[in-house]
């Protein structure tokens, strides 16, 4: 009874990150949308931090612009697959750790954020400017958080 328990708080503890996330960036999203001119810029720490409006129609830093339908295919099977992996792992009575929940659900939530700018407008809101990085958004904060850790996940078990 106590592994069935803590699966289903594992599920909780999913859900409740990706719909936070998947919330959050739909919510500054919006707000800078209406707040910023596309190329406006607030300073919020003068050099250090800005929020400036970017319509991102590639990937990562902007890399792949313009490929349209693909990069929205990709993120979709990408979902799928972490979903698969969750799936994989509890069907098989696999015990997956609290934190390779926590990242994947990171990733999962970061794409599906920006999934939904790509459907809706063809394009990635971006507004977070750091000035020494490519202006990103909660949805890219979330799927990098959640790669570092999925990536500290392997390395802790291959150790």
Same mark, same amino acid.
């Given at each position: #009874?106590?592994?069935?328990?803590?699966?289903?708080?594992?599920?909780?503890?999913?859900?409740?990150?990706?719909?936070?996330?998947?919330?959050?960036?739909?919510?500054?999203?919006?707000?800078?949308?209406? %707040?910023?001119?596309?190329?406006?810029?607030?300073?919020?720490? &003068? /050099? %250090?931090?800005? #929020?400036?409006?970017?319509?991102?129609?590639?990937?990562?830093?902007?890399?792949? &612009? /313009?490929?349209?339908?693909?990069?929205?295919?990709?993120?979709?099977? #990408?979902?799928?697959?972490?979903?698969?992996?969750?799936?994989?792992?509890?069907?098989?009575?696999?015990?997956?750790?609290?934190?390779?929940?926590?990242?994947?659900?990171?990733?999962?939530? $970061?794409?599906?954020?920006?999934?939904?700018? &790509?459907?809706?407008? $063809?394009?990635?809101?971006?507004?977070?400017?750091?000035?020494?990085?490519?202006?990103? /958004?909660?949805?890219?904060?979330?799927?990098?958080? $959640?790669?570092?850790?999925?990536?500290?996940?392997? /390395?802790?078990?291959?150790?």
């Amino acid at each position: #009874m106590k592994s069935e328990s803590s699966a289903y708080f594992d599920i909780f503890l999913s859900l409740t990150i990706v719909s936070s996330i998947v919330c959050l960036d739909r919510l500054t999203k919006i707000f800078f949308s209406h %707040i910023l001119s596309l190329g406006e810029s607030w300073v919020i720490l &003068r /050099n %250090i931090l800005h #929020m400036t409006l970017v319509h991102n129609t590639g990937i990562a830093f902007g890399l792949f &612009r /313009n490929q349209g339908i693909v990069l929205i295919i990709i993120p979709v099977i #990408m979902i799928a697959l972490l979903l698969y992996n969750f799936y994989h792992y509890k069907y098989n009575n696999e015990k997956l750790s609290r934190l390779y929940i926590v990242a994947v659900s990171l990733i999962i939530a $970061g794409a599906i954020g920006n999934l939904i700018d &790509r459907i809706l407008y $063809g394009y990635v809101i971006d507004f977070i400017d750091l000035r020494i990085w490519p202006v990103f /958004n909660i949805a890219d904060s979330a799927i990098t958080v $959640g790669a570092i850790l999925l990536l500290w996940c392997i /390395n802790i078990k291959e150790a």
